[in-house]
């Protein structure tokens, strides 16, 4: 193996596919702060959004990585997610980039806005340590889980919102954003049942089955639509109701390939539609597909990211 590609495997460490729902996300609150209307409206992004994303993402690769350390026996049974699984990186590594890449994230979000500084203190306890490491130790947790990985879709959509320059900390209009970051973290839960199941971690997917939360999945896309309709936010509400019937069949004929193709739809459309208002996002989505793409290819053989359903 090149010594080339194999630096890159402390990029992919980070797993850069995971940016999506949270640039888009975040996204969707700067433009819900700045209140933009017009399609096409901004053309170049501003210093200022740059430099949050950039301590953003910083800061959630290091939850990711944090993640992945506490779940290499997990991961290894499920035999994903090579790099600490199979001890391609040492754990070491793992730990000194993701204290790096926290620090950076920290340290650009308080010089930023002292309230984009707490809100990613308050990401990084929540999602970096309560939900990987004990007692909490939430991500094992069923309930918690979800409400976890819901209120950091919170947390991401006003840090976008404050960054656009909306008043409130925290907007109503967030609500329907929560929701459905909540219902495609449900169905994520799905693939990894066996092997979650092997190494007692228990999701909600292990505790209550496919059929069971691929029918709370939908429920939850369905609030999601009406809260966005309440809300008048067509950002949101054009692609929870275009993923809608997904989310319905995954119930009505709950299995693994009708589920996962809701939530990579979900994500997908809800991101095209902020490209309409931001083109430039265009470039950040093709260029992480297709350089993961060759990656994975490359080092592992294997055809990810894909638009299968399975």
Partial sequence: MKKSIALLDYLFLLRPTLFYPIWTFFLAGYLGGMKLEKIGGSLIPSMSLIEVVIGLTGLMGSIFILNQIRDIETDRANNKLFLLANGIVPVKH???????????????????????????LILTLLSGYAYNYPPTQWKDRPIMGIVTNGTGGLIIYCLGWITGGGREIVPLRVIPYT????A????????????DAKTGKITFGVRFG??????????????????????RDRLLFIPALLVLPLFVLGALKPNLSNVMRATKFSVLVLAVVVCFYFPWYFVPIFLVFFLSKWYYRKRFDFNYPSFKSS
């Fill in 179 to 182: 929701l459905a970051g909540a």
């Fill in 184 to 195: 495609v973290f449900l169905n994520t839960t799905l693939p990894d049942v066996e092997g």
């Fill in 210 to 231: 496919i059929k069971a939360t691929s029918f709370w999945a939908l429920v939850l896309e369905i609030l999601t639509v009406g809260f966005a309709l309440l809300f």
């Fill in 94 to 120: 793992a730990y000194w980039e993701a204290v790096f890449l926290v620090m950076i994230g920290l340290t650009i979000g308080f010089l930023a806005d002292l309230r984009i500084g707490f809100g990613f």
